[in-house]
């Protein structure tokens, strides 16, 4: 079963370093081409477009593990805590959202005053 793992992960590897090399390829020729025209900024290297993507990840994506999709669990546990609420529960819940919420949904709603 891990060699099996093993095996994916080394048949993927190969795919992963192109689309990083092409990738970095990319950022260095768009840098090279609007940086100088633009803001007077100098050319740039392969390896220093390498530099750049590593130093954007840590600054705005980090190194952590990435779940896939968006965090939706927040969601179903909302639904099954609403599922046992009373009618009653949920006009009152509803009520209080309104009030934090300024009651934007009913001021929409209602007709203009004169």
């Known amino acids: 079963m891990r060699t099996n793992r093993f095996l994916r992960v080394l048949r993927f590897l ?3 370093i192109l689309f990083l090399a092409v990738f970095t390829y990319v950022v260095m020729r768009l840098w090279n081409w609007l940086t100088p ?3 007077g900024w100098h050319v740039i290297t392969y390896w220093q477009a390498l530099g750049i993507l590593v130093l954007s990840k840590i600054l705005f994506g980090g190194f952590r593990g990435r779940r896939p ?3 939706w669990r ?3 546990r909302m639904m099954e805590h609403w599922d046992k609420m009373t ?3 949920r006009e009152k819940f509803r009520e209080s959202m309104r009030a934090r919420c300024g009651g ?3 001021s929409h709603t209602a007709e203009p005053k004169a």
């Open 104 to 106: 934007w949904a009913s």
């Open 87 to 89: 009618p009653e529960e």
């Open 69 to 71: 999709g968006p965090d």
């Open 37 to 39: 025209a633009l803001f």
């Open 14 to 16: 190969p795919f992963v």
């Open 74 to 76: 927040w969601r179903g």
